[in-house]
C-alpha cells in the first residue's frame, strides 16, 4: 500500500522533542520529506537519523524561529531542498505559567515571541507555497496546522499571558483558515491538553510544583497521542477539512 503522504514534503518546527519529534517520525513514515526545525541541533540530527534508517528523508535546520529571518530561511531552505511544501506544523511554543503580579516580564516577550511572532513568521514564508502546492500537486490540497492549547479555548489563573497567545492562535487560525479555504489550503487548530512533554520544565521551580499539583493523578496524554490526530488530519481526502481538536486526558476536567 502506498503510504498516504508519499512525495509530499512537510515543516515541522519544535521538532527537537515531544509533539514535534512524534510528528516528524509519524508524517514520514507516512511517505513525507520532513523538514526538522529547532534550536538544539544534535537533538535534531538524532531524529533525522531514525527517520533515515527506517527509509525516511529528514532535512535538519537549526533556527530561531523567533527570529524573521532565519524563519523565513527555514522554509526557503525547505523549498530549495524538496521543491515544494505541502504540510506545516506550527508546534513551537512556551507554557510559562505563574500569577502575573509576579511574573518576569521576560517570560511574558517570551512567550508572545515563540508562540504567536515565530508561528506568524513562518506562516507567512509558507503560505504562498501551501497555495502553490496545492494548485499542482495530486492530493490537490495543503495543510497548516497550528498547536494551540486547551488554554486557547479556557482562561486560568496563573496563565493569563499564555491563555493570551494561545486565544490569539485559535483566532489567528479560524480567520486565516476562512481566506485559503477556496485555495484548497486546509489550516487546523490542535488543542491539547495535559501531555507529558518537555513543556512543565520551562517553568520556575515554585510554578512548577504548583501548577502540576492538578494533574497528580491524572494519565497524562503522550506526544503520540497529539501526533496521531495530526497525523489523521493530513492524511484526510481533499474535501474533509479536520478545523479543530481538542485532546484532553480522559481524567482531565478543565
Same mark, same amino acid.
Given at each position: 500500500m502506498t503510504a498516504k503522504l508519499h512525495g509530499t514534503v512537510a515543516?515541522?518546527?519544535?521538532?527537537?522533542?515531544?509533539?514535534?519529534?512524534?510528528?516528524?517520525?509519524?508524517?514520514?513514515?507516512?511517505?513525507?520529506?520532513?523538514?526538522?526545525?529547532?534550536?538544539?541541533?544534535?537533538?535534531?540530527?538524532?531524529?533525522? =537519523?531514525e527517520i533515515t534508517a527506517s527509509g525516511g528523508k529528514a532535512l535538519v535546520i537549526e533556527a530561531d524561529i523567533?527570529?524573521?529571518?532565519?524563519? =523565513?530561511?527555514?522554509v526557503t531552505r525547505t523549498v530549495e531542498q524538496y521543491g515544494r511544501l505541502d504540510t506545516v506544523v506550527n508546534n513551537a511554543g512556551v507554557m510559562l505559567l505563574g500569577p502575573a503580579s509576579?511574573?518576569?516580564?521576560?517570560?511574558?516577550?517570551?512567550?508572545?515571541?515563540?508562540?504567536?511572532?515565530?508561528?506568524?513568521?513562518?506562516?507567512h514564508a509558507a503560505l504562498p507555497h501551501l497555495v502553490r502546492s496545492a494548485s499542482i500537486s495530486e492530493r490537490k490540497v495543503t495543510d497548516l496546522i497550528n498547536i494551540s492549547s486547551v488554554a486557547g479555548r479556557k482562561t486560568m489563573a496563573g496563565g493569563a499571558v499564555y491563555n493570551l497567545t494561545k486565544f490569539g492562535v485559535a483566532a489567528f487560525t479560524d480567520a486565516l483558515r476562512q481566506?485559503?479555504?477556496?485555495?484548497?489550503?486546509?489550516?487546523?487548530?490542535v488543542e491539547p491538553g495535559a501531555v507529558k512533554t518537555e513543556l512543565s520544565s520551562h517553568?520556575?521551580?515554585?510554578?512548577?510544583?504548583q501548577s502540576m499539583k492538578s494533574f497528580s493523578d491524572i494519565?497524562?496524554?503522550?506526544?503520540?497521542?497529539?501526533?496521531?490526530?495530526?497525523?489523521?488530519?493530513?492524511?484526510?481526502?481533499r474535501h474533509v477539512a479536520v478545523? =479543530?481538536?481538542?485532546?484532553?486526558p480522559t481524567d482531565q476536567v478543565v
Amino acid at each position: 500500500m502506498t503510504a498516504k503522504l508519499h512525495g509530499t514534503v512537510a515543516l515541522i518546527t519544535g521538532a527537537s522533542s515531544g509533539i514535534g519529534e512524534a510528528t516528524a517520525k509519524i508524517l514520514a513514515a507516512q511517505g513525507a520529506a520532513v523538514a526538522i526545525v529547532a534550536r538544539r541541533k544534535d537533538r535534531l540530527e538524532q531524529l533525522a =537519523e531514525e527517520i533515515t534508517a527506517s527509509g525516511g528523508k529528514a532535512l535538519v535546520i537549526e533556527a530561531d524561529i523567533t527570529d524573521q529571518k532565519q524563519a =523565513e530561511q527555514a522554509v526557503t531552505r525547505t523549498v530549495e531542498q524538496y521543491g515544494r511544501l505541502d504540510t506545516v506544523v506550527n508546534n513551537a511554543g512556551v507554557m510559562l505559567l505563574g500569577p502575573a503580579s509576579e511574573a518576569p516580564l521576560e517570560e511574558w516577550e517570551r512567550m508572545v515571541s515563540i508562540n504567536v511572532n515565530g508561528l506568524l513568521y513562518v506562516s507567512h514564508a509558507a503560505l504562498p507555497h501551501l497555495v502553490r502546492s496545492a494548485s499542482i500537486s495530486e492530493r490537490k490540497v495543503t495543510d497548516l496546522i497550528n498547536i494551540s492549547s486547551v488554554a486557547g479555548r479556557k482562561t486560568m489563573a496563573g496563565g493569563a499571558v499564555y491563555n493570551l497567545t494561545k486565544f490569539g492562535v485559535a483566532a489567528f487560525t479560524d480567520a486565516l483558515r476562512q481566506e485559503v479555504a477556496g485555495q484548497s489550503v486546509r489550516v487546523s487548530a490542535v488543542e491539547p491538553g495535559a501531555v507529558k512533554t518537555e513543556l512543565s520544565s520551562h517553568l520556575r521551580d515554585e510554578v512548577r510544583e504548583q501548577s502540576m499539583k492538578s494533574f497528580s493523578d491524572i494519565e497524562l496524554l503522550e506526544a503520540q497521542d497529539i501526533a496521531e490526530a495530526i497525523e489523521y488530519i493530513v492524511t484526510r481526502p481533499r474535501h474533509v477539512a479536520v478545523n =479543530e481538536v481538542l485532546i484532553r486526558p480522559t481524567d482531565q476536567v478543565v
